[in-house]
């Protein structure tokens, strides 16, 4: 269902209502659609338009030659803008200006009321806008605008990638619109493809290598698809010189319009007296003078500091008498008794006597 809705370039919801009510012609095996594409061209083809519309004067989608609708001006190499809206802006403006659009803001809130209910961007690169509602009156003729951006613009693609080729497409009838979208949907399925056209220089080889693409759809053949990731633009050196130059000057022109709004809402700074900074340690004055050594080229002598001179001391006050009062008596301290010693025997003196 999601390869049939990218290659109808329709919501998946629409195309999952489009199934059930089996306005499309499909089979269902194993509770599966399948979907053939000789019978979804087939299907392309039998679109019919409005009641109000000469079918005989509406050309066939499926036949109708892609230089009819893509003149050499309908190319733009390289667009200016760098949002979504803007780039839709730009698109209708080239349209408008060749006379092919009649009512340019009808046009431009029509394609950007579609992309607001889902985008048209696709992996790869790729976003075919166009309105939901066709009115023929308000379009002078069919056409197909071709943008690119060298940079790429974040488009809400389903890769999340940017998206660098833009097809606006003004078809007016509703006949031409299912086959002409199928039409570019298939060219431009090959990644080589689009890696061609995002390198090419100038606008007349754009538009070559899509009309040489679109033929090989319409003559069914269509070469083998390749992974993406295989196929990058390769751009010549002055290219790629032109497109480094763009984006730096971008950048230095973003950063000038920041930095003076800044300076506006903040003002002239005021330079702040800048605080000496504080000792971490005490500071010690030199104990004695400090001579510098002499420039002769003899022995260096010092003298030795002079010694510093103490203040003097207050004259010692009149010692008082001391009284008995006043006086302390510090106990001794006590001592540990003498050991008892041994009695010395002593000769005991005899009388003598009296002759």
């Known amino acids: 269902m999601h390869e049939l809705a990218v290659y109808l370039h329709l919501d998946e919801a629409t195309v999952t209502r489009l199934v059930s009510a089996g306005k499309i012609p499909s089979v269902q095996v194993d509770r599966q659609w399948r979907f053939k594409r000789a019978s979804i061209d087939q299907w392309i083809e039998e679109q019919l338009v409005g009641d109000d519309e000469n079918f005989a004067d509406v050309p066939d989608g499926m036949k109708l030659p892609l230089e009819d609708l893509l003149p050499d001006q309908a190319i733009i190499p390289t667009l200016r803008s760098r949002t979504p809206v803007g780039v839709i802006e730009e698109l209708a403006a080239r349209a408008y200006t060749n006379g092919w659009l009649l009512d340019k803001p009808w046009f431009v809130g029509a394609v950007v009321e579609r992309e607001s209910l889902s985008s048209t961007a696709m992996e790869g690169g790729v976003a075919f806008l166009h309105t939901r509602a066709k009115d023929k009156g308000k379009i002078g003729r069919p056409f197909v605008i071709v943008g690119r951006s060298w940079e790429g613009i974040m488009f809400g693609a389903p890769d999340s990638n940017p998206t660098y080729l833009f097809f606006l497409l003004g078809l007016k009838y509703d006949r031409l619109h299912l086959p002409i979208l199928g039409r570019l949907a298939r060219a431009l399925r090959n990644p080589a493809t689009i890696a061609k056209l995002r390198a090419l220089s100038s606008p007349d080889q754009v538009r070559a290598l899509l009309l040489k693409e679109d033929a090989e759809v319409r003559a069914g053949r269509i070469d083998h698809i390749q992974e ?117 025997a002593r000769p005991v003196a005899r009388p003598t006597s009296k002759r």
Request: net charge positive.
């Open 228 to 344: 993406s990731s295989a196929f990058q633009p390769k751009l010549d050196r002055q290219l790629r010189l032109r497109a480094i130059r763009r984006l730096q000057a971008q950048k230095a022109a973003e950063v000038t319009t920041a930095e003076k709004r800044a300076a506006a809402l903040l003002g002239p700074k005021k330079s702040k007296p800048k605080k000496k900074a504080a000792p971490r340690g005490p500071v010690t004055a030199p104990r004695g003078p400090v001579t510098p050594p002499s420039s002769s080229r003899g022995p260096i002598t010092t003298k030795a500091p002079a010694a510093p001179v103490a203040p003097a001391k207050p004259a010692a006050a009149a010692k008082a008498p001391v009284s008995a009062a006043m006086t302390k008596t510090v106990p001794a301290k006590a001592t540990a008794p003498a050991k008892p010693s041994k009695p010395v």
